[in-house]
């Protein structure tokens, strides 16, 4: 099993949507280095869930991965803000995974917190101008993250 985190806005889809919904696609990434990350997952990982583009801004859950190498169909729909011109369902550009809520921390785990407790090298989501909205977490950190969100 391996960890990561992933980004997602709560105004657009939040921990709260996850856990109504229990499992979901998560569509519209279109930065080639996560999609890669997504392509890399494996069925049983487990992923943070950070909310984004909030006061404050901080891991507030966990999720697991369902299923792996899942065509986002956002990438065929010209209505969509996440759709591709160059993308067509025989040779699609984007792949996602599918889901599944496990649980919402008591606290978030807000990114001033996470600064103080974690180098850049250690966790992606600290550094200066990290943009991804999905990178890979050690399986140490992982558990450090587990026991701090736990705690």
Do not use: C
């Not at 909310?51 to 891991?59: A, E, R, V």
């Not at 990438?75 to 996602?96: I, V």
């Amino acid at each position: 099993m391996a960890y990561w985190l992933m980004k997602s806005e709560p105004s657009v889809y939040g921990i709260q949507d996850l856990r109504r919904d229990h499992t979901t696609l998560w569509d519209g990434v279109r930065n080639y280095q996560a999609r890669n990350f997504l392509t890399s997952m494996t069925a049983g990982d487990q992923a943070f869930f950070y909310h984004s583009n909030t006061q404050p801004p901080g891991i507030v859950g966990l999720m697991t991965i369902l299923e792996t190498h899942q065509v986002d169909p956002t990438q065929f729909d010209p209505a969509n803000s996440y759709y591709d011109p160059k993308s067509s369902p025989d040779q699609p550009r984007w792949y996602t995974v599918r889901v599944g809520y496990l649980e919402t921390f008591p606290t978030v785990l807000s990114l001033d917190r996470l600064k103080q407790t974690f180098s850049p090298e250690e966790l992606w989501v600290v550094r200066r101008g990290n943009r991804l909205s999905v990178m890979p977490v050690a399986e140490a950190i992982g558990d450090r993250l587990l026991a701090l969100a736990r705690a």
